[in-house]
């Protein structure tokens, strides 16, 4: 060992010693549970979240966030058009299996958001191509290599 390391030793070890001999441990002291919090399992729960549950609540049920009266659901399984466009069309994903053919949930989108127009304006179109996208880029679904009109399902439940 060279000097150096000796003498780094020497000083660690008396540090050690010293602060052994004259320092306690907070959880020794009277009502130390008022300031110190050892269970960092529950805090780690709490603090980093489940982003993913965070956002299918949000689409499933804008009302949570929003609170606004026309976003109100009586029952989860309906599907009011007062609903975002997103949340239209995340609900519409859940309903779907694994593969979605994107013209057959375009139509089932644009039959609840529409009010009874036959055709598909190009409007709705890039509203719907932007729900795609949106779901997209937060990895809901992916698009297929296995067939080009058909989008991946990526979440969980559903047929």
């Known amino acids: 060992m060279r000097p150096f390391d000796l003498l780094r030793s020497e000083l660690m070890t008396l540090l050690h010693q010293t602060f052994k ?9 009277p009502l130390h549970e008022i300031f110190f919090f050892t269970a960092t399992a529950t805090v780690r729960r709490h603090l980093v979240g489940a982003p993913r549950a965070a956002l299918h609540t949000a689409l499933t049920d804008p009302y949570l966030y929003l609170e606004h009266p026309d976003l109100e659901i009586q029952d989860q399984g309906e599907i009011p058009p007062t609903l975002p466009d997103i949340c239209v069309g995340y609900k519409l994903h859940l309903e779907c299996p694994r593969l979605i053919n994107v ?5 089932c989108w644009h039959s609840i958001i529409s009010t009874g127009a036959e ?41």
Do not use: C, M, N
């Open 21 to 29: 001999d004259y320092l306690q441990p907070p959880t020794v002291k």
């Open 103 to 107: 013209y057959d949930w375009l139509s």
């Open 119 to 159: 055709s598909i304006s190009e409007e709705e179109q890039a509203r719907f191509a932007r729900i795609v996208s949106e779901l997209q880029y937060i990895g809901f679904i992916k698009s297929s290599t296995r067939k080009t009109d058909h989008v991946a399902r990526l979440t969980f439940g559903g047929s």
